[in-house]
């Protein structure tokens, strides 16, 4: 494609470069799920629905009821380093919103057909747009609600080779499902709902972390949950681990959430595994689903384009600390009964051989510990 001229430097077209950072941003529909709930929670939104077809390659609505944009904003949103949450790179530390860096919209619409309709509790007329390929149209004015809804449609349709690269629906719907999971676990407050191609995967309604829990994997998880609490200086720690005899050889229940960000970070998963030391059969892996928080200028959430990842000036007292509450947590437990059940979800009580919920595949049945705690369901 090049052509050869005497200078070799050349400044990228805007939507060039917004594409090269959707490239960073947006890997797969699950990634664009993960934005615009973001986006959603950010704008104050107390329901969120997400609608995704084909696995959200074809499309994906996120509605919420947040504060809704103004026409000025409605256009401005798709620029890059466009953003209300940041005002200069001193706000990064200490940043409680889940969005700072401006270029997710931009990224989003650089790749794909984006229609937006907006509206603020104080317009009487809302608003709509579409923007494709980084290109949009005047806004119209259109009766809706308040709040905002964003559909993006084809995603990756002027990069094929991105496009080709994604994984079959199953895979990129799990990874969605991911992604809806971590931002409705971190949210119990709020209400989500996600469906696929018409079918209705999720209903949430707002309620405790408990009662999340159970509503997202299952009833028989009620049982199987040991609450942790822990207050310190360096970090405040909440949330269940999973009893030891119910971990699974496969991962993904395990949800660590710092200031309300899911995080990926190996040394606290660590801790969590050595808390339960002697109690897992090798190879498998606790749930737990567990809150830290911490002073947001000693965290580093910025070292990672999709912010999974996480740098704590405090890591190493944090790691014991971690470790003692999960063992403190599992000992109180074996002693005295959890006082706490939420009475209003039911009990599972078939035996553990036959756990095939929710289209996961159930544990092998090989040597299981005996149970920790002192029994709620007769075993
Ligand atoms: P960031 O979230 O990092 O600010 P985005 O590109 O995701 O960047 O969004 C740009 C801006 O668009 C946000 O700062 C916000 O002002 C506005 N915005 C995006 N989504 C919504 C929404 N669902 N409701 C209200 N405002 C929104
Ligand atoms: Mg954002």
Redesign the pocket.
Known sequence: MSTATDTHIQRLPEHVANQIAAGEVVQRPASVVK??M???L??G?QRIVVELKDAGRNRIV?E?N????GAE?AV???ERH?????RSADDLLGLA????????????ASIARVELR?RRAEDELGLSLVIEGGEHQAPEPVHCDV??R?TVKHLFFNVPARRNFLKSDPVELRHAIDEFQRIALAHPNRTFRLSHNGGELFDLPSGSLRQRLVRVFGARYDERLVPVDEKTDVVGLSGFVGKPEFARRTRGEQFLFVNGRFIKHPAFHAAVLRAMDGLLTPGQFPLYVLFLEVDASRVDVNIHPTKVEAKFQEERPIVAILQAAVKRALGRFHVAPSLDFDTETAFDIAPPTSRTGSGRASNPTGPRLQSLSCSTDGR
Not at 82 to 86: D, N, Q, W
Not at 97 to 108: D, H, K, N, P, V
Request: glycine share 12%; net charge negative; charged share 20%.
């Open positions: 934005e615009l973001e986006n959603a950010d704008a939104a996120v919420d947040g504060l809704g944009m904003d401005l949103c798709f466009a953003t209300s949450k940041l919103t889940m969005g700072f860096r401006g270029e997710a919209l931009a990224s989003i907006t709040g905002t964003m």
